[in-house]
C-alpha cells in the first residue's frame, strides 16, 4: 500500500532561478534547471549536506555539518501575488527571493505538510522539507530597487514565503512543467487525543 496519496492539485512551472554561489541572494531566471541528488549544479544551496544554521540553533552549534534538505526554494505565483499586494507593490519579482522554482496553482502551498513530493511527469521528485519562514534578505534585495519598500518584505511573507526541498529523484524541469502534489498518507498528529495504556 502506498504511503503517499495523489492530490487532486498539479502546479504549472511559472519561474525558474539559479542563485549563484558566493553571490547575493538574488537569483538568475533560467529557463530550465538540471537537478542532481546535489541540487542544481553550481546553485549556492547545492549539495548533500550543508552547515547548520539559526534556523536549527535548538538542535546544533552553528556551522555543524547537517543533511542538506534545503536545496530549492520553492514559491507559488499565487502567494507572491499576495506578498505584494501586502507591501503596496504591483509585482513582486521571484529573484529577490533566491527562487528556485515558482508553482502556479496549488492553493495555501506554504503550508502542504513536510515530506510531501512534487513529481514532474518525466519522475523528476522534490521531497518538500518545510515551510520556509521570511528572514529579511529579501527585504535587502527589494529595498536595492524599491526604495521605502524592503523593510515590509519579512511581515508581509509570513505564511506565504513557500517551501524548501530536496531532490529525491534527478531530472531537468523547466518552464511549462507541471508538478503533481503527493501527500504523505496519515493522520494530523494529535498528541492531545492520544491514550496512554497501562
Known sequence: MPFFRETE??????????????????????E??????????????????????VRVSNLYPKGTEIRNVRQLSVLSLEELQQIAQNMGLDQLDPSYLGASI??????????????????????????????????VLPGREIEADHQGYG????????????????VERPGRIQLGDHLKLFVPDQPAWSPENMQVSD
Open 151 to 166: 523593510a515590509g518584505f519579512k511581515p508581509a511573507a509570513v505564511g506565504r514565503r513557500g517551501v524548501t526541498g530536496w
Open 102 to 135: 515558482v508553482l502556479k496553482g496549488i492553493p495555501d502551498f506554504s503550508h502542504i505538510p513536510p515530506s510531501s513530493r512534487l513529481q514532474t511527469v518525466n519522475g523528476l521528485t522534490i521531497t518538500v522539507d518545510m515551510e520556509n519562514a521570511p528572514c
Open 32 to 53: 530550465l534547471l538540471d537537478l542532481g541528488f546535489e541540487g542544481a549544479k553550481g546553485e549556492r544551496h547545492e549539495g548533500l549536506s550543508r552547515a547548520s544554521c
Open 9 to 30: 492539485f498539479a502546479a504549472e512551472v511559472v519561474w525558474l532561478g539559479l542563485v549563484s554561489a558566493g553571490g547575493s541572494l538574488r537569483a538568475k531566471p533560467v
